[in-house]
Nanobody, 124 residues
Framework: QLQFVESGGGAVHSGESLRLSCAASGVTLDQNAIGWFRQVPGKEHEGVLC????????TYIDAVKGRFTIFRDNTKNMVYLQMNSLKPEDTAVYYC?????????????????WGQGTQVTVSS
């Protein structure tokens, strides 16, 4: 059974950076697209970025363009979210998730396996 553990969240000020890590166990990830999602209280999960199983294709939302980067190391079963120039509106619980398909999608319904989330708080 695939399991994820996210780490790297914390409290920062506007303009600062964080790198989130997603460690997978139970199954190797080299056949799975991986997505990073975020959620604020009272709202649905929002897809932020996702990456294909081979790391070549990336999809992201406009709100993080030029600031966030997703990358993966399949040899270590790890996926990362590098977040630069953070803004208060980036405050959320961030989750990584795996899709059984290799092609990335921002759609939450595509993802079957989820981590427990890590809190990111950005103050102005």
């Amino acid at each position: 059974q695939l399991q994820f553990v996210e780490s790297g969240g914390g409290a920062v000020h506007s303009g600062e950076s964080l790198r989130l890590s997603c460690a997978a166990s139970g199954v190797t990830l080299d056949q799975n697209a991986i997505g990073w999602f975020r959620q604020v209280p009272g709202k649905e999960h929002e897809g932020v970025l996702c990456i294909s199983s081979n790391g070549v294709m990336v999809t992201y939302i406009d709100a993080v363009k030029g600031r966030f980067t997703i990358f993966r190391d399949n040899t270590k079963n790890m996926v990362y979210l590098q977040m630069n120039s953070l803004k208060p509106e980036d405050t959320a619980v961030y989750y990584c998730a795996a899709d059984q398909n290799p092609i990335p999608s921002i759609a939450r319904a595509q993802y079957q396996f989820w981590g427990q989330g890590t809190q990111v708080t950005v103050s102005s």
